[in-house]
Every structure is written in C-alpha cells, then in structure tokens.
C-alpha cells in the first residue's frame, strides 16, 4: 500500500473515530441520564435576606378562637365581654365566644372605647355614644370641618381623639365640647389612617406613625416622653407608620401591634423594650395589623373575622425574653 | 413569591405635588432586521443560483460567504438561523397553540424551497455556519469514502434528537449545541465556545465538517436537492473526464464514472438488492424499539420531569434522614424549593409528568425508527451500482461551493476563450 | 429480460422519472406544511419577546448569573405608583439595618444602583440607575418580603438577544420566563 492511501485512511480513521467517540458518548450521556446533560441539580442557591427566624417562639399558646360574622373593624374589651365592631353592627361577646348583644351602626365606624358599660364609637367626623341595647345616648360633631378621626381613648377626664388629616389630638370632656388640641412637640406624622392611641395610669400614649414612636402626654395636653425607633429587627417599628395599635397590658407595660409585618411587642411604660410576644407565624401571617386587648390574664386578639385568645404557657417560655422578664405580669399567672 | 393583593404600605398621599415618574423601557426594533434578514435570504440565494448555474463563478459565492459571515452572523449573532428553525417548526406542528413568527417559518422555508428547485444552495455561501467553516477552510484533506458515509448517519441522529427533544417540548437541542453560535455572539458558554474553535481548527484541513458531518439541516436539505429540479452540471461544454473536479471537492461530492468492465450477473446484483431492501423495515423497526424502549429514561430531559425526579428523591433522602441513614445537612436543589413555596401540588405535577412521559414513548419510537430508516436507506443505496460515464455532481452532499468550476479545463478554456473574443 | 427493453425506458430517463415524482411529493409536502403553518402563524404580527413574568418570580439570582450576554439584559425596575414611599424601605436597606443613611453598607444593592432621594416628610423616592444595575434580584426579594413588591427583575428589550432559546428561562425555578407577543411586550407591575 502506497503511502499516501496510508495516511488517506489512517487520517480518515482517525478522524472518524475521534468524532464517533465524541458523538457516542453524547448520545450515551443523552440516553442514560439528561438530567446531568441538560440541568445542573447541585445549583442550591438562592438568596437568603433575612434567615426566616425560625429561632423566635412565642410563649403564647391560642386556647380559644371564634369567628364573627363580618371583618373586624375595632375591637375593645371592658368588664368580661369582648365588643367588636364590623361595618355596619356592633357586637359584644362574652369570653367563650358566647354572643350577648348585638345591634347596628352607620357603616363608617373606625375605631371602639369602652368605659362604665358605655360604648364610645369613632367615625370619621363624629363621635356616638351607645348602651348596651344600641341606643345612642350622646353623640357630637368633629371639631373641624376637616377632620378625618382615626382612634379614641376615654377616660374621666375626657374622651380623645386622633385626627389623620389634621395630624394633631383632639380632646372634648366627657359632655362632648372641644376641651384643645394636642399638638406633637416634633410633629405628628400621619402617612396612612393608622394613628393609635390608648389612656393607661392616668396618661395618654399614642403613636407618632410616621417617626416610628410612642409618645406620651399628661391628660392636661403636655407632652412627657417619647420612645421607639425604626427597624425590621424587634423592638423596632417597621415600614412606614406603625405601631398601629397600642394598649395597656395592666401591668403597667404597653403593647403595641404592627402591620406589615404583623407581630405584638411588649414595652415598659418607659418605652424599654421587654419582647415580641406574637410575631407574624403565631398570628397568622398576612400585613394587616391585627388588633389586640389584654382582658385578665388572656390576650384578645383580632384579625380578619376571627377573634383569637391567647394564653401564657409556662412551659414554652423558658427560652423566651418574655420568661426572663422579671416584671409582676397579670398575663404570667 | 408573594404576590400582594393588597399593598403592605398604603399609597402616600403627596402634599407637595409630587408627580410620579413613568417607568422608561427599551424599546426594540426587531421588525425592520427581520425583514432584511428575509429579503438578504432571498437575494443571495437567486444570486448563488446565478452564479452557480449561469456563470459558474466561485468568487461571487465566496463573496456571499464574507457577506453571510458578517450579516447573519457577527452582526445578527447568528441567531435565530435556520438550522434552528427545525425546532421552532416542529414544535409549532405538535403544539398548537405555539406562537411561530413568520419570519422564522420562512427561514425554514425557503432554502428548502430552493433546494428543491435549484440544490443546497443555502448551504452555499447563505448559511453563516457553513460561510465560517468556508472561510478558514486552506487545505483540503479528505477522508475515505467509507469513513465519511458512516459519519454521515450522524446528522440524521441529531435530526432524530432534535425532533424529539423539540416536540415534546424539552429542549432545544440545537441551540444547546450550536458550535457557532459563541463565536458570532462574542460570548458565552466555555464548552461551546471550544467547541466552535476545535470545528473551526477542523475546517481548516477538512473541508466543511460541522455541514458534512453534523448539520440537521443539511440532512433534511440533502433530501429535497437529491431530488432537484436543476441539478448542477460542472461545466456545460461536457465533461472531459480529467478526473480533476473531483479531487478538488472539498466535501467530495463529486463521484468519478463508473464502467464495470465485467457486467455483474443480474441474479446477484438483484439478490443484494433484496437483501437490504428487507434489512430497511428490519432496520427501522429495530432502531424504534431500542429507542423506544429508553424512552421513560430520554424523558428526564424535560423540567418537569426533571423537578418531579428531584422531589422523589429529596423524599427518599428526608425518608432515609429520619431513619437515621443519611446526613441531614443537605442542600436543597433550588427548584425543589421553589416548587415548595409556591405551593406545587405533586399530584398535578405527576399528571403533568405522566402526559409528558407519553409523549416521548410515542416520539422516541418515531425518532428511532427514523434513525434505523437512514441507516436502512443509506445501506440500500450504497449496494445501487450506477454506472456513470462522466464525472457528475452528486446533489444531495454538494454544498454549491463552487471550487470546481476553477479546476474545470473546460471552464477554463472558456474563460480564455471569452477573454480572447473581447 | 432483453426483449422488454424498448418498453422500458433508458436508466438515465427512469431515474429522471423517479426524480421528479419524488420532487413532486416533496414538494407537496413542503408547502402543506408550509401553508398548515402559515395559517396559525398569519393572525399575529410575528414579533415575539422573552419576559419575566414578575408575579411568578422567586428571585433566585440566576438572571444575573445565566444571561448569555456579559452583562445580563435583565435589570430593576420599579414601579413607583405601587411604591409605599417608605423612610425604612425594605427593598433598600438590608434588614437589621441601624440608621436609615445612604451609607454603603446599609444597602442591599451590591453596586449601589439604588439612589433614595427625599421627597417630603416622611416620603422618600428610589430610583434605580440602570447602568449600575446587574439583575440580581436582591432588592427585588427584599421589597416583595418587607414592602409592596414595587421593584421586579424585567429583561430589557433593546438589550436581550431574543435567542431563540433564553438561557435564563432554561433555569428559572420558577417558569417565570416566557415568549410573549408584542402586544404584551412589557410585563410591568405599574397599576396604580
């Protein structure tokens, strides 16, 4: 054989074994297993923001729950029964969820307070006062022509009020007249109709949404203190306007509720910050606030169109801030 | 993964008069390209057959290849070409509801459409891939008729894969496998990219090796220009038989004349005819059974059967984690955890699955018994003997280079003869 | 066998027969299927896009990572009228974050793409500065778990290659990346 056919066929040889084998193993690959041909299963990553914080446990456990007939507007507790207040009625239950009265209301109503068996109800532009049976025993009209109420806290020395679009307190005595304006040292911030407020040892505490704090005023008008700072992190309020709801937990610490994400942090009167004692999985989820009263030793909690008690657990709070805490606490029986 | 109904945070009401910006986006421009790309497609094609058919002139194909290379595909990246209009197609026949821009049907259309009229003249100096590999193409070895026959089964089988892949809806394999494709985009996959350069490096002593060895296209081409209504003819003064064409074939595409000096008895040549005329069905049977047969395992090209495997086997794992057999620090594959949190429900996905799973039974049997169809066929018309007198073209592997026209003494005495003449 | 010859005709004219009946078939075919999808393809306009639908996405990471290009097509934006405005954006700032500046190591966004500029009390715009932007999704996953999902992953249409198949759509977990037409050319989230 001449040597030029020997390379002919040696080069040709060659080269066709080279891509048969490559060509083959492909096939081979394709036909055993394409996962490893066409995707890569060792891709595990993702972004991790924020470690789900799966560490937190709440030492409340819920015991009871009941639903109501329509979304939750306002909740308020006096005296053993639980007044809830959806769009267009005003219904008062007892703790096991036993209904005791019920009777119907304008369809505007934002938020409920209680005192002496006397049902305080906020719209937007005026306030009503109920019995028990539904009659209105007093009503009056906002102060402004611009108001836009948003929460009320009664006490005997007057009933107050906050206003969103005015973004200052509004406080009447008990007979309904205009007694002044509360107005915030640094301003009140109002970025949404979300502006809490709540009466507990003789001051009132409400929230300063937009600047992330709780201040604190004498029943006279003057402002006390302040305290609260911005952050996702607890003890902190989030996103743009919280806390949005605040309430005495009777021993003179102060609860706050948040929305967005939703979770219920327990303050000192002095504003320091004790612990989370729900956060967003053992409420539920979702980023609406939920409302929250603190009725004895069991916390209310309200949210969508279920009412929730929850209850302290000695057992799960060992490993909590909350079981640290050396405060003589009524929900710690 | 939320998906907010409702806003966390409600919209701010501005006091200032703040107005909101409008989101600015890009817009694109493809329709004018699409266009141009279709009426260039054309014009060089009719422009190839011209200088194929009437004036046999290699340069002006050689000029559409430098045009191709730089158009189609460093100035288009190469991509969408017509070798992968094949998956576009296909998947458009299968799936209805499959958007199938027109542009990329007549990409898929006309150079067959030429082909069978006038032979692979897309392959020419049209197709970038093809423009690439003429372009570095400087010596030509070629390899033994018998190798080259082998390697050219290959294509087919891609064609097959292809198909499959495509019309169950897994994979697009050639665009997967696109040797070019980098290059022409200036950027990408490392493997493919080494690739192109090593088909490149090939090109350089073997004349066209992706088209001869490779290309689906081609493949599906190679059938419609064997049956062309012009099939082309070297010279048109007659063929001297100086055997020169035919070595200069860079995909040798030329067959040399064949005078059998003793005439085959005709039992025998029947008889062989027979023989692999039977060994066809045979053939293409058995190759839908043997790919028929790994169907459920070719399956795991398609992502849902890929997920629904992965879930199983995330199952099996936390199975064996409790029973304390396994580690249970293990990484989760992203799309387990996704397909968790949005909420998948593995029933849906298995009926998902199974649907798929049927799909490719059916189209693995097709592909294989495409696949043993061609080797059938291949077998049956290697045992043809045609005698030839004189050296012709063989249409279905010319790729109308036209590097045969200059070797020609024919041609070349023409050419004088024009010259003189003017 | 001989004496059928002048029936039959020569080799060379059978084969030219055999030819053309199969170039006839061919054919046929060709423009059956031709014409079969020239009907399904003749009702729309033809131009088709790769998108992100952005209420499917995870935001993985791999849109940075997978684009075939250098700098993947795919960026932020953000839909400013979904936007809450807030001081404490969560798609801004990462999450323990301790004073509310711009400081660089208070920021989600590796490259700094992210310019928060005050508008008025408590109201803050964001902007993204697209050429600083590389598609990572960090923020896009921050605003979505802590604020109104404002900001999404989208591929940029002036920059996408529009291959036949996308890369990125090959990997995403979450299948949230398909061809639309140009009537749906850009999924945005920007309802009021």
């Known amino acids: 054989m001449d040597r030029r056919k020997f390379l002919k066929i040696g080069g040709s040889l060659t080269v066709g074994g080279v891509v048969l084998a490559v060509v083959g193993r492909n096939m081979w690959n394709l036909l055993k297993h394409p996962d490893k041909v066409f995707y890569d299963s060792k891709r595990t990553e993702g972004i991790t923001l924020l470690k789900e914080d799966g560490d937190f446990v709440s030492p409340y456990r819920r015991t009871f729950g009941f639903v109501v007939p329509d979304d939750i507007s306002a909740m308020e507790v006096e005296g053993g029964s639980i007044y809830i207040a959806t769009p267009n009625n005003i219904y008062v239950y007892g703790l096991s969820g036993e209904l005791q009265t019920n009777f119907p209301t304008p369809s505007d109503l934002r938020d409920l307070a209680v005192m002496d068996g006397r049902i305080y109800a906020l719209f937007p532009t005026r306030i009503e006062v109920y019995d028990r049976q539904g009659d209105v025993v007093q009503q009056w009209e906002a102060c402004s022509e611009t108001s836009d109420y948003c929460s009320i806290a009664v006490c005997k020395e007057g009933v107050f009020v906050t206003d969103a679009a005015d973004k200052n307190i509004c406080k009447y005595h008990p007979d309904g007249t205009l007694a002044r304006f509360i107005q915030s040292p640094v301003g009140f911030i109002v970025p949404s109709y979300c502006f809490a407020i709540t009466y507990m040892d003789g001051r009132i505490y409400c929230s300063n949404p937009g600047r992330h704090r709780v201040e604190s005023y004498s029943t006279d008008g003057e402002f006390l203190a302040a305290f609260g700072k911005s952050g996702a992190d607890a003890g902190a309020f989030s996103g743009c306007c919280n806390p949005a709801i605040i309430t005495p937990a009777n021993g003179g610490e102060l609860l706050t509720s948040e929305k967005g994400i939703p979770r219920i942090s327990c303050y000192a009167a002095d504003g320091q910050f004790r612990s989370v004692l729900l956060d967003s999985r053992a409420l539920g989820g979702g980023h609406t606030a939920y409302n929250v009263r603190v009725m004895k030793d069991k916390l209310i909690v309200a949210g969508g169109d279920k009412v929730s008690v929850f209850q302290y657990n000695k057992s799960l709070s060992q490993q909590t801030l909350c079981g640290q805490c050396d405060k003589d606490c009524p929900l710690k029986i | 993964m939320n998906i907010l109904a409702e806003a966390r945070f409600p919209k701010p009401d501005f006091t200032s008069g703040y107005e909101y910006p409008d989101i600015l986006h890009g817009v694109p421009n493809e329709t004018l390209w699409n266009v141009l790309d279709i009426v260039l497609l054309v014009g060089m094609m009719a422009l190839v057959v011209w200088a194929a058919y009437r004036k046999r002139s290699r340069t002006v194909i050689y000029a559409m290849s430098v045009v191709s290379v730089l158009y189609f595909g460093f100035f288009r990246s190469g991509c969408v070409c017509s070798v992968g209009s094949i998956q576009n197609v296909v998947t458009a026949l299968v799936n209805p509801d499959y958007h199938l821009p027109w542009y990329v049907l007549l990409l898929f259309l006309l150079p067959i459409v030429f082909a069978l009229l006038f032979g692979r003249v897309f392959c020419a100096g049209v197709c970038p891939l093809g423009a690439l590999q003429e372009l570095v193409n400087i010596k030509n070895f070629r390899l033994a008729r018998s190798v080259s026959v082998t390697l050219s089964v290959i294509p087919w089988i891609y064609l097959a894969f292809t198909i499959l892949y495509a019309a169950t809806r897994s994979q697009f394999l050639i665009c997967r496998l696109d040797p070019f494709v980098g290059i022409f985009r200036l950027g990408g996959d490392l493997g493919m990219i080494t690739f192109g350069a090593v088909l490149l490096l090939m090109s350089v002593f073997i004349g066209r090796p992706f088209c001869q060895f490779l290309c689906p296209y081609g493949a599906l081409l190679s059938v419609f220009s064997s049956l062309s209504w012009k099939q082309l003819e070297i010279t048109e003064k007659g063929c001297i038989n100086c055997a020169l064409c035919g070595k200069s074939c860079p995909v040798d595409a030329i067959r040399a004349p064949q005078v059998s000096k003793t005439k085959e008895e005709r039992r025998k040549g029947v008889n062989r005819i027979i023989f692999f005329a039977i060994l066809l069905p045979l053939l293409t049977v058995a190759g839908a059974m043997l790919l028929g047969s790994q169907s459920d395992a070719l399956s795991l090209a398609h992502k849902d059967v890929y997920l629904y495997e992965l879930l199983l086997q995330q199952e099996r794992l936390r199975v064996d984690a409790s029973a304390g057999m396994v580690q249970p620090e293990m990484d989760v594959p992203l799309e387990v955890e996704t397909f968790n949190a949005l909420g998948g429900d593995m029933e849906e996905l298995k009926a998902k699955v199974d649907d798929v799973r049927r799909d490719y039974t059916f189209y693995a049997y097709l592909a294989g018994a495409l696949i043993g169809f061609i080797i059938g066929f291949k077998l049956l018309k290697l045992s043809l003997k045609r005698s030839r007198k004189t050296y012709e073209v063989s249409s279905a592997r010319c790729t109308m280079c036209g590097k045969c026209f200059n070797y020609c003494p024919q041609n070349l005495n023409l050419k004088k003869h024009e010259k003189t003449i003017s | ?192």
């Open chain 3, 1 to 192: 066998m001989s004496m059928d010859k002048d029936k039959l005709k020569s080799p060379m004219e059978r084969r030219d027969f055999l030819r053309r009946c199969g170039a006839l078939v061919a054919g046929g075919v060709a423009l059956a299927t031709g014409g079969l999808l020239a009907t399904k393809a003749s009702g729309k306009t033809g131009e088709v896009f790769w998108q992100i639908d952005p209420y499917r996405c995870t935001q993985c990471g791999r849109c940075e990572t997978d684009c075939v290009l250098t700098v993947s097509a795919v960026k932020c934006f953000h839909a400013n009228r979904v936007c809450g405005y807030c001081d404490l954006c969560g798609g801004y700032y990462r999450p323990n974050v301790k004073n509310l500046n711009t400081a660089a190591e208070n920021q989600l966004c590796p490259t700094g793409a992210i310019t928060r500029k005050f508008v008025e009390e408590p109201y803050f715009e964001y902007t993204i500065d697209e050429a600083l932007c590389t598609g990572c999704g960090k923020c896009v996953k921050g605003c979505t778990s802590f604020g109104n999902g404002s900001l999404f992953l989208q591929i940029q249409q002036d920059v996408c290659q529009q291959c036949n198949e996308c890369a990125i759509a090959r990997v995403c977990p979450s299948d949230a990346i398909h061809r639309v037409t140009n009537e749906q050319a850009y999924q945005l989230k920007d309802h009021a």
